[in-house]
């Protein structure tokens, strides 16, 4: 069973930076694709960065482009969420999900089954 496991929010001031990590344990990662989701207080969820491993892909939502980087680590098994230049709105609680699927590619609609558990990002002057 594939477990995902965020860390690294924390409160920051606005224009700060912050690196989210998500470590991906019980799944091979070859043909794996992550999403890294935010969801804030009284709003839907939305997906915010992807990358697919099978081609290292990536993908973002036009929100965050520029800012954030989302990068990979397979020996590790760990994705990285690089967040520059930090913004009030982008505050809310921050989940990685995953999928595996031969020549599987970014969608946040795609069948991601796996969850973490969240890391709380918190941008405030």
């Known amino acids: 069973q594939v477990q995902l496991m965020e860390s690294g929010g924390e409160s920051v001031q606005p224009g700060g930076s912050l690196r989210l990590s998500c470590v991906v344990s019980?799944?091979?990662?070859?043909?794996?694709?992550i999403s890294w989701f935010r969801q804030a207080p009284g709003k839907e969820r939305e997906g915010v960065a992807c990358?697919?491993?099978?081609?290292?892909?990536?993908y973002y939502v036009d929100s965050v482009k520029g800012r954030f980087t989302i990068s990979i680590d397979t020996r590790e098994s760990t994705v990285w969420l690089q967040m520059n230049r930090l913004k009030p709105e982008d505050t809310a609680t921050y989940y990685c999900?995953?999928?595996?699927?031969?020549?599987?590619?970014?969608?946040?609609?795609?069948?991601?089954?796996?969850w973490g558990q969240g890391t709380q990002v918190t941008v405030s002057s």
């Open positions: 999900a995953s999928y595996s699927l031969f020549g599987g590619r970014c969608d946040f609609d795609g069948p991601f089954g796996s």
């Open positions: 019980g799944g091979k990662m070859d043909y794996r694709v």
């Open positions: 990358i697919a491993n099978y081609d290292g892909s990536t």
